[in-house]
């Protein structure tokens, strides 16, 4: 009985302890957890690219303003590049999106997060949504809602704005279905050699002390976010540089991402699979835009075209003429200028990438959005002083224009007094009232853009102000071109902001320019003084910058600390009241026993690295067809091709089935094909490709005759073998039927 008495206690002791020792593992945490949390990504990252590319023929390009400067082809295609970011738990997301255009319409931001709300309900919306210009000039016109900025296009081109539309929605669809665990990372250093300013006597106003501050009358500082997925696998990169991207000067015709574009080709071919085409592959490279508002590409700076001497520094004229004041760029040509900014891009952001010292961003995803009638804000600055915003209007040195493009007549830079015959000019047009003439002094009005309503508003008197929050990263989203130290200003006052709600001291902030809504250019109070082109196109007066300055610091503060914030004023929505003047095509044919297709000049027969392939055959308006759509080549290739090749369509169609419908090929109006060894043709180059060009033009207005002439230059590298160039299009015939074609040049050798 003793025995037994004693093996129950021993074993209600052993039970004993073993629920003890449970109880203390059950609060006693896991190491292993604790360390595989630790190592969980920070962030759930999608991204995606798509076309955006306007119609590339007789449609003006926007930015120089220049009637004359109409698309004649492709050099680089356009596209969107679109960044979700969201937390780990899926609760909080924004979307970034870095688009090949002059600026984001206020209409198109709108349209934007209307087609996404059809699609993903309110994941996505006005507050969330941040869509960023890189500030091409080639690109084409017509896709703003207000009447000053379609002026030279001719009013609305509807082509031209649904591009940009359905890309920009199909690169956030992109990204949207490809969102995966990842973490960001932050870099940043200088980039010498790539930008100058351009009003150096307009930053020269401001304080001393403040100048003292930084080094150069630009900044060099290039921001780059490196985007990886929980394995570290390269994502995607964003850039922030400040340059404004007319290496492509005015007198050219060819869509063109110029700089930042070239900069994005380079980076994505460079980590992207071997042989993926120009905007194909998965990852994404976003050069994205700062304050380059008074900032140029064109280092060897202004000189007069007859003399070669440099321009009156004052005023940017040679003899009293501002369209003889030039500034170049630091290559032979355009081209090489273009090549050679974005390549000093692309190897900085590299380099930045690739660093081993980089910030891991870590903590929340916050934004916030604001809808502001800057024509009506009071600026305080002290107990004792305040200054108010005005209506819109542009001063006589806008119509100067700058030195990357001279305006025409006898406008020039600096002009503080106006003129007596554009002043009675200007009073026949509109007579700006006296309430306006003092508010914008000492800037002469050439334009009451804010009193002029008829067809429909000129500029906007509604603007948004944003903001997004990446961990230790703040974004400023701003509607313009805000010059070197306004972009300088407005960070330190949304950082003084932000740190006073408690983020951290190294909080990052960089501004995304020409944001949301476009409202032209943001000096400082002292650069606007001057009136140089970029103050005499600061539209809401002289306080603009201070009052910005109050409704970021504002904005910045309840985002922190999560305070409710008036989303204020809804903006316009003019998409229904638009206007054109455009002719749209009327028909295209081709001389009697002639086709569509048909070559005119062929290539040659051998050709070798350096040399250039032209090839010219009988082409259609390109307005016809875009050529953006990814399934568009396809459908052209089995048109002509017809029934004997239905098993390749077939095959198409099952790889479509079974493979990502990003990697197929999209839209282009030529291709540059190798031979393989089974005697089929591979795809090496698109029209977005930097090495080829698609140029086109009308030979016969009357009939509708028209030729496209394509050239391929044969960069080092290229493989030797058989190539071949071919081209697509599509016709328009007096009923309106469009009809595909293609083009095949004979083909040739290249020996390497």
Not at 28 to 50: C, F, K, M, S, T
Not at 414 to 422: A, I, L, V
Not at 494 to 503: D, H, I, T
Not at 577 to 587: A, D, G, K, T, Y
């Amino acid at each position: 009985m003793a025995a037994f008495t004693k093996f129950v206690a021993l074993l209600l002791f052993t039970f004993s302890l073993f629920l003890v020792v449970q109880a203390r593992t059950r609060h006693r945490p896991n190491l292993e957890n604790v360390r595989n949390q630790e190592d969980q990504p920070n962030y759930l990252l999608g991204v995606g690219r798509a076309d955006v590319t306007g119609p590339a023929a007789e449609v003006n390009l926007m930015g120089y303003a220049n009637p004359s400067q109409t698309s004649t082809g492709i050099h680089l295609r356009q596209f969107s590049r679109a960044f979700i970011v969201a937390n780990p738990q899926n609760t909080s997301r924004t979307v970034f999106v870095s688009v090949d255009c002059a600026m984001v319409s206020q209409i198109l931001k709108i349209e934007v997060v209307k087609k996404l709300k059809e699609l993903y309900g309110n994941v996505y919306n006005e507050s969330n949504v941040c869509l960023s210009a890189t500030h091409t000039h080639s690109g084409p016109a017509g896709y703003l809602q207000y009447i000053l900025f379609d002026i030279t296009s001719l009013g609305f081109v509807r082509e031209s704005f649904d591009a940009l539309v359905n890309g920009i929605v199909t690169s956030i669809q992109r990204a949207h279905g490809h969102m995966v665990p990842g973490d960001i990372y932050l870099n940043q250093g200088e980039l010498q050699d790539a930008n100058i300013n351009r009003s150096p006597t307009a930053y020269l106003s401001n304080p001393e002390p403040e100048r003292a501050k930084y080094d150069a009358d630009t900044d060099k500082n290039m921001v780059v976010l490196k985007l990886v997925d929980e394995h570290g696998t390269g994502l995607g990169m964003i850039s922030w540089f400040a340059v404004h991207c007319t290496s492509m000067n005015n007198t050219n015709g060819l869509i063109s991402g110029d700089n930042k574009g070239y900069a994005s080709q380079l980076f994505e071919a460079d980590m992207n699979p071997a042989g993926s085409l120009a905007g194909q592959g998965s990852f994404v490279a976003a050069f994205a835009q700062s304050n380059e508002g008074d900032v140029s590409p064109n280092t060897k700076g202004p000189h007069c075209q007859d003399t070669g001497l440099p321009c009156d520094l004052e005023t940017s004229t040679c003899n009293g003429r501002t369209e003889l004041c030039v500034s170049p760029g630091p290559g032979k040509d355009m081209f090489d200028s273009t090549r050679i900014i974005g390549q000093k891009q692309y190897n900085k952001a590299k380099e930045l990438y690739n660093a081993d010292t980089q910030v891991k961003l870590s903590g929340p995803v916050n934004f916030a959005l604001q809808f502001v009638d800057m024509t009506d804000v009071t600026v305080l600055y002290n107990s004792s002083y305040s200054g108010k915003t005005c209506k819109p209007a542009m001063g006589y040195s806008f119509a100067a224009g700058t030195t990357d493009g001279p305006g025409a007549l006898d406008f020039t830079q600096g002009d503080t007094e106006g003129d007596p015959f554009w002043h009675a000019v200007v009073n026949f047009i509109k007579r700006p009232s006296a309430e306006e003439v003092a508010c914008q002094a000492p800037k002469p009005i050439l334009l009451p853009t804010g009193e002029m309503t008829f067809p429909y508003a000129w500029q906007p008197d509604i603007v948004d102000i944003q903001l997004l929050r990446w961990g230790q990263l703040v974004i400023a989203a701003v509607p313009g071109e805000f010059s070197t130290m306004s972009g300088r200003r407005l960070r330190d006052s949304v950082k003084m902001a932000v740190v006073s709600k408690g983020l951290p001291s190294d909080t990052e902030v960089v501004v995304a320019g020409l944001a949301n809504t476009y409202s032209d250019y943001i000096t400082t109070y002292e650069e606007y003084q001057d009136q140089r082109y970029e103050g005499a196109s600061t539209i809401y007066g002289p306080h603009t910058l201070a009052a910005y300055q109050q409704l970021y610091a504002q904005l910045a503060e309840d985002m922190v600390s999560g305070a409710a914030i008036d989303v204020g004023p809804s903006p316009p929505n003019l998409l229904s009241r638009q206007i054109s003047f455009l002719p749209p095509v009327v028909m295209d044919s081709t001389p009697l026993f002639t086709h569509f297709g048909d070559v005119i000049d062929d290539a040659g027969s051998a050709y070798h690295t350096n040399e250039t392939v032209t090839v010219r055959f009988r082409s259609a308006h390109p307005r016809n067809d875009l050529q953006t759509q990814p399934e568009r080549m396809k459908k052209n290739v089995r048109h002509r091709r017809g029934l004997f090749h239905i098993f390749s369509w077939a095959h198409k169609k099952i790889k479509n089935i079974f493979f990502d419908p990003e990697e197929q090929l999209e839209g282009t109006f030529l291709t540059v094909e190798r031979k393989k060894d089974d005697g089929t043709f591979e795809v090496v180059h698109n029209d977005a490709s930097w090495d080829t060009m698609f140029k086109w033009k009308r030979t016969n207005a009357i009939l509708g005759h028209s030729e496209a002439t394509i050239t391929w230059t044969i960069a080092p590298g290229t493989p030797s073998g058989t190539y071949r160039i071919r081209h697509f299009g599509h016709s328009k015939n007096l009923l309106g039927k469009i009809t595909p074609f293609v083009g095949t040049s004979s083909q040739f050798t290249v020996n390497t």
